[in-house]
């Protein structure tokens, strides 16, 4: 049996990666299926380098974190000034930082969402959103999206509608879903704009028939990233905030892969024409550290603390990690400024839209600023789905030296950080155009 003879923190170059992985396999649960072979030596940019010395552009920004790129120099200023005044205190205690960050961030929201708290994870704002609209309401039924993800603690896998919900027994009682906002695959069958945005008002009314008392919270994604890139329609989140609205509900806009201007603007609720209750932020506020926040109106803060609202866990507040959330929000302010994401978006959302004309394969582009998707099909006019060709181009773009993530099987996610270059998102388009070629090419000797 091979083992890590060298105790030090350090890696070594004299252990090989296929020992790593053996060692990986019998140390490691595996918590989310086979291990991947890519072993991260270092990151910098939009380049991940593994253990060999091969170079990978990384079009998923990790996991949607490395927003400005991997490793940038502002946030290493960040945590060595952490070192030099406080990495860590009680999550009782404030610092000058947190305040500060706090007061950035509310600054930078609209006026209605007046307060914020500090967290580490997504999953944990998911749980704080809920748990405050249900104390501020004082009611406790929820609804949540089909195809959406929130997380994978047990509040926010109740309200996640993906099959990496199931396994933990049952969900919560009195949480329900609506429809997924899929034009490319309606539910009902119907068509954007004629439909008049049936999905919403067949989902409202379902929930109206099941619901025993009456519901806290709505939650959403402005993108449903995880469950396929599905951009809700023109309009849908306003006749949301009605929906809401008429049934004094709180909606909570999950900007986990949106926020600090991924798509754009520096919420994507933004571009909505609505302000919702509750804004969780996570993923792109941390740039790869673990911060996360969340914003709520003044009427939640005031009436689910009066109603006795406790949330506690050993990382809420810390000052290191919101010197790390102020660096990040001034990056995020001079790119949504300098219009970053929108701008490189474009060029990648185009050169993605003309492989589709030439390729049965791209059934839809989807997505805005760098939060982009690709739906692969069997064919333009079927729309079959095709996870093999989702799957095995995907592959194939890898071993070229380029980074994608499939979602919800026949779905890429295009989330490269938003510093990426025309030259980098050129090289991309070309190894993707390269990866579809291989695959029709074998496709067309197979059959
Ligand atoms: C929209 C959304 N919400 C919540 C989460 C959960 O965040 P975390 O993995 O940091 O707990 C994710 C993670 O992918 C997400 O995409």
Aim: aromatic share 4%; net charge negative.
């Amino acid at each position: 049996m091979s083992d890590i003879t060298n105790t030090s923190p350090q890696t070594t170059a004299d252990i090989d990666s296929a020992t790593l992985l053996e060692i990986a396999d019998r140390s490691l649960l595996r918590h989310a299926g086979p291990f991947d072979g890519l072993l991260v030596e270092r990151a910098s940019g939009a380049d991940i380098w593994d253990r060999e010395g091969n170079r990978y552009l990384d079009f998923t920004s990790g996991q949607l974190c490395a927003t400005f790129g991997h490793n940038p120099t502002e946030l290493r200023d960040a945590i060595l000034t952490s070192f030099d005044r406080a990495v860590h205190s009680s999550s009782l205690l404030l610092s000058e930082e947190v305040i500060r960050l706090a007061e950035r961030l509310v600054g930078l929201l609209p006026a209605a969402l007046s307060k914020v708290v500090m967290l580490s994870t997504g999953s944990e704002a998911t749980e704080v959103g809920l748990k405050a609209a249900k104390m501020a309401t004082g009611r406790w039924e929820t609804i949540g999206v089909s195809r959406s993800y929130h997380g994978h603690t047990a509040g926010a896998a109740a309200v996640t509608f993906l099959p990496r919900r199931r396994g933990s027994g049952p969900g919560q009682p009195g949480v329900h879903a609506i429809p997924a906002p899929y034009c490319f695959r309606c539910p009902l069958g119907a068509t954007f704009p004629e439909c008049g945005l049936a999905c919403l008002d067949v989902g409202m009314a379902a929930v109206d028939a099941q619901r025993t008392g009456e519901i806290a919270a709505c939650i959403i994604e402005p993108i449903l990233s995880t469950g396929g890139m599905i951009e809700p329609p023109d309009g849908y989140f306003s006749h949301l905030r009605e929906h809401c609205d008429q049934r004094g509900i709180q909606l909570i806009v999950d900007e986990a892969q949106t926020g600090l201007g991924r798509t754009g603007d520096m919420f994507a609720f933004e571009s909505t024409g609505m302000t919702p209750d509750v804004v969780a932020l996570s993923k792109t506020l941390g740039g790869g550290f673990p911060l996360a926040a969340v914003a709520v109106t003044d009427t939640i803060a005031e009436q689910s603390e009066c109603n006795g609202f406790r949330f506690l866990t050993s990382h809420m507040n810390e000052p290191s990690m919101a010197l790390i959330g102020l660096a990040m929000l001034s990056l995020a302010e001079e790119h949504v400024r300098r219009g970053t994401a929108a701008k490189q978006g474009m060029r990648l959302k185009s050169a993605l839209a003309n492989l589709m004309e030439d390729s049965e394969m791209i059934g839809d582009v989807r997505g805005r600023g760098l939060l982009l998707g690709i739906e692969f099909v069997t064919d333009h006019t079927s729309r079959r789905p095709d996870t093999q060709a989702a799957a095995s181009i995907a592959s194939g773009c890898r071993r070229r030296g380029l980074l994608v993530q499939v979602v919800a099987g026949n779905v890429w996610r295009i989330a490269p950080p938003i510093t990426v270059t025309d030259d980098e998102i050129d090289r991309a388009v070309s190894i993707i155009r390269d990866g579809l070629a291989e695959y029709e090419h074998h496709r067309a000797v197979r059959s």
